[in-house]
């Protein structure tokens, strides 16, 4: 059972910067995702990385702003934000899949951490 926990999350102003955490053990055979939930609105893929660190990709919403790496010797894979703006608002959460990314088909979640972007 992989264990995923999420970290970072804030109240930051728009223009402003966060970096999400997403710490778990033996996850060095899983693709790790990020997701938002905004109030009211769909889950939202946001980004990924697979088991190699070449294999990321990022929803139009938020490329050229956020980047994803991990730190295998940690067993963390971050989301570095930037130029934050009050859409961005949402609950993030990290989930992991085998190997490689894609949208759907993750077997193991996060509880969550709240990005709130406001002035």
């Known amino acids: 059972q992989l264990q995923l926990v999420e970290s970072g999350g804030g109240l930051v102003q728009p223009g402003g910067s966060l970096t999400l955490s997403c710490a778990a053990s033996?996850?060095?055979?899983?693709?790790i995702g990020w997701f938002r939930q905004a109030p009211g609105k769909e889950r939202e893929a946001v980004s990924c990385?697979?088991?190699?660190?070449?294999?990321?990709i990022y929803a139009d919403s938020v490329e050229g702003r956020f980047t994803i790496s991990r730190d295998n010797a940690k067993n963390t894979v971050y989301l570095h934000m930037n130029s934050l703006k009050p859409d961005d608002t949402a609950v993030y959460y990290c989930?992991?899949?085998?190997?490689?990314?894609?949208?759907?088909?993750?077997?193991?979640w996060g509880q969550g951490t709240q990005v709130t972007v406001s002035s």
């Open positions: 033996g996850f060095t055979s899983y693709a």
């Open positions: 989930a992991a899949r085998p190997y490689f990314c894609n949208k759907k088909n993750y077997d193991y």
């Open positions: 990385i697979s088991i190699s660190d070449d294999g990321t």
